[in-house]
T-cell receptor, first 112, second 115 residues
Framework: TQLLEQSPQFLSIQEGENLTVYCNSS?????LQWYRQEPGEGPVLLVT?????EVKKLKRLTFQFGDARKDSSLHITAAQPGDTGLYLC????????????FGTGTRLKVLA | GAVVSQHPSRVICKSGTSVKIECRSL??????MFWYRQFPKQSLMLMAT?????????EQGVEKDKFLINHASLTLSTLTVTSAHPEDSSFYIC???????????FGQGTRLTVV
């Protein structure tokens, strides 16, 4: 069974601070996605990374896929209250089914 | 593009009744749809994978006779929770993937409350 562990589980920071969320597994993934979810809503896709070592930037968010495609990180620069939410990573099985397994989640709260 | 619509967004039903949740891809053909379940303050747990025109593949521990999945067309999949009980109360979310595409797009989710 593929497992994706995210750390930290909870994070409460002040506006303007930087943070990094980690997503780790012992399994290899063909691709990995990051989502943000607001309470009572479905997850919203932030980014998909496919190539080992790939780095993608989305405004203040930087995503990196590990060289071995087993782990990923999400770095937020100068966090804002609007960044508050549940961040989820999801890895796709390399079997070709594109079945995504979700990480344990990181709940972020940015205080004004 | 890539819009997935889930209906209803909220449903309350009595214990013992069945509830059907629909998942539609509005602007693409979804060859594969996934159904997830999410308990409060937890991550999403994959329940089953359905491919259009074939039987769904259920994850270990998910009762296929209780959670009936139908994917009869390229734009619609349904999840029916049969003989619902209070412990089935949860947030159910579907996602859909287009043939050849690496990304799956999510619906808004359905909050099911069984009383």
């Amino acid at each position: 069974t593929q497992l994706l562990e995210q750390s930290p589980q909870f994070l409460s920071i002040q506006e303007g601070e930087n943070l990094t969320v980690y997503c780790n597994s012992s399994s290899v993934f063909s691709s990995l996605q990051w989502y943000r979810q607001e309470p009572g809503e479905g997850p919203v896709l932030l980014v998909t990374v496919v190539t080992g070592g790939e780095v993608k930037k989305l405004k203040r968010l930087t995503f990196q896929f590990g060289d071995a495609r087993k782990d990923s990180s999400l770095h937020i620069t100068a966090a804002q209250p609007g960044d508050t939410g549940l961040y989820l990573c999801a890895g796709a099985s390399p079997s070709g089914t594109y079945k995504y397994i979700f990480g344990t989640g990181t709940r972020l709260k940015v205080l004004a | 593009g890539a819009v997935v619509s889930q209906h209803p967004s909220r449903v309350i039903c009595k214990s013992g009744t069945s509830v059907k949740i629909e998942c539609r891809s509005l602007d693409f053909q979804a060859t594969t749809m996934f159904w997830y379940r999410q308990f409060p303050k937890q991550s999403l747990m994959l329940m089953a994978t359905s491919n259009e025109g074939s039987k769904a593949t259920y994850e270990q521990g998910v009762e296929k006779d209780k959670f009936l999945i139908n994917h009869a067309s390229l734009t619609l999949s349904t999840l029916t929770v049969t003989s619902a009980h209070p412990e089935d109360s949860s947030f159910y979310i579907c996602s859909a993937r287009e043939w050849g595409g690496p990304e799956a797009f999510f619906g808004q989710g359905t909050r099911l409350t069984v009383v």
